[in-house]
């Protein structure tokens, strides 16, 4: 089946642990993108790549880390550095930046 | 960056009503979709749609480019289609794909 799989589901960690989000596609798109919500709220942009080796901060990109090393792969990494993680994370992807973005079931994130 | 406005925030209908969500962008854009969001968090396209109309079943979209809203119509409303209904767009710098607030509609038997 071809899709986004985000994992895991759910996540749990201590304070000031460092924690690596993992979404995987193979749909053969160049462009990934991550996102966070907040309760109620919409979603907001992290970071983005649009081909491998190369990715770009969206607007709340501070205390999280990604990389692009495979076309396939775009792990996030929240760090201690970010102060609210808790949240709930959207992986999402599309053939290029220009065009339909398709998202996966999402990794909800509690950091106790 | 861009501005996106979605409205009402809140809908509350009984089944078998119609409803129209609107969204509304402040500059021009090259992508537009609507989304679904179901109880479990789950994002469903339901519409790429940066100008023009379409339909598919008992939904449609019609995006105004030139007059910067979009519509989307739900008719004969179902259960089912309770949750959040986001509209998002790609400024024409291409550098962020802007969410709006989104509508939350709950659908009552």
């Known amino acids: 089946d071809g899709g986004i799989t985000q994992s895991p589901k759910y996540l749990f960690r201590k304070e000031g642990q460092n924690v690596t989000l993992s979404c995987e596609q193979n749909?053969?798109?160049?462009?990934m993108y991550w996102y966070r919500q907040d309760p109620g709220q919409g979603l907001r942009l992290i970071y983005y790549?649009?081909?491998?080796?190369?990715?770009q901060k969206g607007d709340i990109a501070e205390g999280y880390s990604v990389s692009r090393e495979k076309k396939e792969s775009f792990p996030l990494t929240v760090t201690s550095a970010q102060k609210n993680p808790t949240a709930f994370y959207l992986c999402?992807?599309?053939?290029?930046?220009?065009?339909?973005?398709?998202f996966g079931q999402g990794t909800r994130l509690t950091v106790v | 960056g861009i501005q996106v406005e979605q409205s009402p925030p809140d809908l509350i209908l009984q089944e078998g009503a119609n409803s129209t969500l609107r969204c509304n962008f402040s500059?021009?854009?090259?992508?537009l979709q609507w989304f679904h969001q179901n109880p479990w968090g789950q994002l469903i396209n339901l519409f790429y749609?940066?100008?023009g109309t379409k339909q598919n079943g008992r939904l449609s979209a019609t995006t105004v480019a030139t007059e910067r809203y979009s519509l989307l119509y739900i008719s004969s409303s179902q259960t089912t289609d309770s949750g959040v209904y986001f509209c998002?767009?790609?400024?024409?710098?291409?550098?962020?794909?802007?969410f709006g607030p989104g509508t939350r509609l709950s659908v009552l038997p």
């Open positions: 999402a992807s599309s053939v290029t930046h220009y065009t339909e973005a398709f």
């Open positions: 749909l053969n798109h160049d462009a």
């Open positions: 790549s649009q081909i491998v080796n190369d990715f």
């Open positions: 500059d021009s854009v090259n992508n």
């Open positions: 749609i940066p100008s």
């Open positions: 998002a767009v790609l400024d024409n710098y291409g550098q962020n794909f802007v």
